[in-house]
């Protein structure tokens, strides 16, 4: 009894003062190494006996200070050991590396005494984001693709757009116990997508990358020529037309040309995109083409221009202040002719019961870009006046009897008819004006319908 209670006062400060440290948790990277320390102390004359490093139950190096250091595998750990410290060294790291090892100090007297460290192996990931060039259509496709490859913990992949898409997510397990993050971005590749850019977020270790990529969506060139004014006259000069075209890959060949396939008259000199003509005459009063190309195919543009007598500029300046009265006059007249004649026309009148009548028709347009207009034909001369719309109010005719051009008024369509015995009087008033629908019902034979809804004729006729 005596020899208990001295043993266990001499033990109890001893187990009190021995202490094992090591590190709770550490982390490593993969392929790189690591060392985990464990020191022992304490603050009594203590034998250690062994230190022992140990994963799941299984030896990896013991120190002894009768024996030394013994390492069960010498290809992949070290230790550097004393009767106060084993240091476990592993020299290139594994994914299966990760898990507790757990240090062992034996002493005597006073026995065994663990601590644990856990130990995760972690691979930073390889990120890539690119483009996936398409060619524009309308079914969903993978348009940009993001990987985070061997990546340990995986990575997380979102995607940052304001383009209508989807994306979708793929883990893979490599072999090495990492894991490649694959994400591919989708939608429906319109023209309007193309260079757009997209942003692949890769979520890793509680950081954000971000990537961006521009999206590359192929397509036929979009092609609009602007330039025409609606006022192109006989011996302008310096008019021009411009052929803007866009596309992926950026279209590089314009083709001038005339829609009927007549040469280009020599009056106009196309260089690329840009048509010129030095001096307007009658040749160029026809319906010109622009035709764009790129590695995808050819689209066009085509441009009707009219040719006029003179400008519309100085026709309204020559109208003087008293002439303004007397063409006022007129053009009520003419207006109320128009508006009889409407009436006429439906009350049941057929085409050939108005053989009488006998215009001349001209057209104009709003002088937009790309404009379309439509005349009657030669053959149509002596057949009566097709006044088949209503008459527009709302100050059309005011305005462009005083030969403005009304640019609100746009795609706008309509005759303009004049008489062969006032053709004098009209062309110092300009002419009066008859609206008619787009789509006449009465188009003449000759009409021909062109593949963007406009209607031309095949043969152009001037007053
Ligand atoms: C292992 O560690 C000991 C002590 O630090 C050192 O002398 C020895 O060279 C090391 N061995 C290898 C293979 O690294
Ligand atoms: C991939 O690893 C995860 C996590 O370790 C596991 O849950 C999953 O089953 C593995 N998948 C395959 C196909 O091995
Ligand atoms: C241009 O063509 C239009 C329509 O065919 C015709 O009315 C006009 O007189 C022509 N212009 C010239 C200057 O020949």
């Known amino acids: 009894m005596h020899r208990l209670w001295s043993f266990l006062l001499v033990l109890c400060p001893v187990l009190q003062a021995q202490q094992i440290t090591v590190n709770e948790k550490m982390t490593g990277t993969l392929g790189q190494q690591v060392t985990l320390p464990c020191t022992f102390t304490s603050s009594v004359d203590m034998q250690v006996t062994q230190i022992m490093w140990m994963k799941d139950s299984t030896n990896i190096a013991t120190y002894s200070p009768q024996f030394g250091i013994h390492v069960q595998n010498k290809n992949d750990f070290n230790l550097t050991a004393s009767p106060s410290s084993a240091t476990l060294l592993i020299k290139l790291l594994r994914a299966s590396d990760e898990g507790n090892y757990v240090c062992e100090v034996t002493t005597f007297p006073g026995g065994n005494r663990k601590g644990t460290t856990y130990l995760s192996v972690k691979a930073d990931p390889k990120n890539s984001a690119e483009a996936i060039p398409v060619v524009a259509g309308d079914i969903e496709v993978p348009v940009a693709k993001c990987a985070s490859a061997n990546g340990k913990p995986p990575s997380q992949i979102t995607w940052r757009s304001t383009l209508p898409g989807n994306f979708d997510m793929t883990v893979n397990n490599n072999t090495d116990g990492t894991y490649t993050v694959v994400s591919s971005f989708k939608l429906i590749p319109t023209w309007t997508a193309d260079k757009q850019e997209v942003i692949c977020v890769i979520s890793y270790d509680s950081k954000e990358t971000p990537i961006p990529v521009t999206l590359s969506v192929q397509y036929s060139p979009i092609v609009a020529i602007e330039g025409y004014d609606n006022n192109w006259y006989l011996k302008r000069t310096g008019a021009s037309l411009t052929c803007n075209a866009h596309g992926n890959p950026q279209p590089t060949v314009y083709t001038w040309k005339t829609a009927d396939g007549s040469p280009l008259p020599n009056s106009v000199k196309a260089k690329n995109n840009v048509l010129y003509v030095e001096e307007v005459d ?33 026709q309204t300046n020559n109208a003087g202040a008293i002439a303004g009265g007397v063409i006022g006059g007129v053009l009520v007249v003419l207006l109320l002719a128009a508006v009889i004649f409407i009436v006429i026309r439906r009350g049941g009148v057929h085409k050939k019961e108005r053989a009488s009548y006998n215009p001349k028709t001209r057209i104009f347009g709003s002088g937009k870009p790309s404009q379309e207009f439509t005349y009657q034909d030669d053959s149509e001369m002596g057949k009566p006046l097709k006044a088949s719309g209503p008459l527009r109010d709302s100050g059309l005719s005011p305005s462009l009897a005083e030969e403005e051009e009304d640019e609100s008024e746009e795609r706008m369509k309509y005759d303009v008819l004049e008489d062969d015995d006032e053709e004098e009087k009209f062309n110092e008033v300009g002419p009066m004006l008859q609206l008619r629908p787009h789509h006449d019902p009465y188009l003449d034979d000759d009409m021909e319908s062109q593949t963007d809804g406009s209607i031309i004729s095949r043969t152009a006729v001037y007053v």
């Open 282 to 314: 009658e040749r160029v009063n026809t319906t010109i083409v622009c035709e764009v190309t790129n590695a995808l195919g050819s689209r066009a543009s085509q441009q009707e221009v009219l040719v006029r007598e003179r400008a519309l500029e100085t």
